[in-house]
């Protein structure tokens, strides 16, 4: 068993591979609870997918790829917001146009403009071809994130649950979503290099969901929303690994099935347990009439 475990970290691109993937395990998971909790979860859909005209753009013009890509992914989020608010349009349907139209701009520009960009690479990831540079970027990203989560955490509770009651309050609204907003984007951007822009969605929203339905306090559901992004990347590489299939898929499987596990068997809300409580509740109520 333990030849088993240690056989994987023989090897440099594993040992990146691994370290990376408990980073965005931690790191999607905190902020993912936002998205979680204020019934957002395509929010980061959009975001993946939003920053590949900003890709094509930098790509072409010799920029730094990731900084066009946080320019657009910031972008994106802005008119989301401007269309909610200066429309009758609810934001779920902004949201899916706003999705569309930079997916549809992202593919147009790399077609148009002739890129040797590597679509397919971003758009389904390769962990083990993660560098060291790659490593050392996403752990600034991410304690840079964190960081500003612990520093801000009340006022982003306060403005997640209710922003109207916040803006009374005087909190700045508007800079607390922007901070929200580009944490999302620089969280995407950390994970692209991993699973791509397409699964990265799962890890966003895949951990803090199962912890939704486990406990009821946000910092729990952080924590534990963590542990599960952690666990889903290391196992997945190991799955990876051994079992020979595509990383990135092996991760999201497992996340999809921590999900699963705790929409049947969650002790409060799960679908099976629920209806045994009920059941139960019912046969209680039986005896005590009788």
């Not at 900084?67 to 609810?90: N, P, Y």
């Not at 599960?228 to 595509?246: F, K, L, R």
């Amino acid at each position: 068993m333990l030849n088993w475990l240690i056989e994987p970290l023989g090897f440099e691109f594993m040992r990146n591979a691994i370290a990376i993937g408990v980073l965005i395990g931690i790191l999607s998971a905190v902020v993912g609870s936002y998205l979680i909790v204020q019934h957002m979860g395509l929010l980061g859909d959009v975001v993946a997918h939003a920053v590949l005209p900003g890709l094509a753009i930098a790509f072409y013009i010799g920029m730094d790829i990731f900084l066009g890509a946080f320019i657009a992914g910031t972008i994106s989020t802005f008119v989301v917001a401007w269309i909610q608010t200066h429309s009758k349009i609810k934001v779920d349907t902004a949201m899916a146009l706003v999705f569309s139209g930079f997916l549809a701009l992202g593919v147009m520009l790399i077609t148009t403009l002739k890129s040797k960009l590597d679509l397919h690479s971003f758009l389904f990831g390769d962990i083990l071809g993660v560098t060291s540079a790659d490593l050392w970027r996403t752990l600034i990203i991410a304690i840079a994130v964190l960081f500003c989560v612990a520093i801000f955490y009340r006022e982003l509770i306060f403005y997640c649950f209710d922003p109207l009651a916040a803006k009374a309050m005087g909190l700045p609204v508007h800079f607390i979503h922007f901070g929200l907003m580009a944490g999302i984007t620089l969280t995407i951007i950390a994970s692209m290099q991993s699973v791509g822009v397409v699964l990265v969605v799962s890890l966003l929203t895949g951990p803090a969901a199962t912890a939704y339905l486990l406990v009821r306090e946000l910092h729990l559901m952080m924590v534990l929303g963590a542990i599960i992004g952690v666990i889903a990347s290391v196992s997945g590489m190991y799955v990876s690994y051994y079992q020979n299939v595509p990383s990135g898929s092996a991760i999201v499987l497992i996340i999809s099935g921590f999900f699963l596990l705790a929409l049947l068997f969650s002790p409060s809300q799960g679908i099976l347990t629920k209806r045994s409580i009920t059941r139960r509740a019912k046969s209680l109520l039986s005896k005590y009439r009788s």
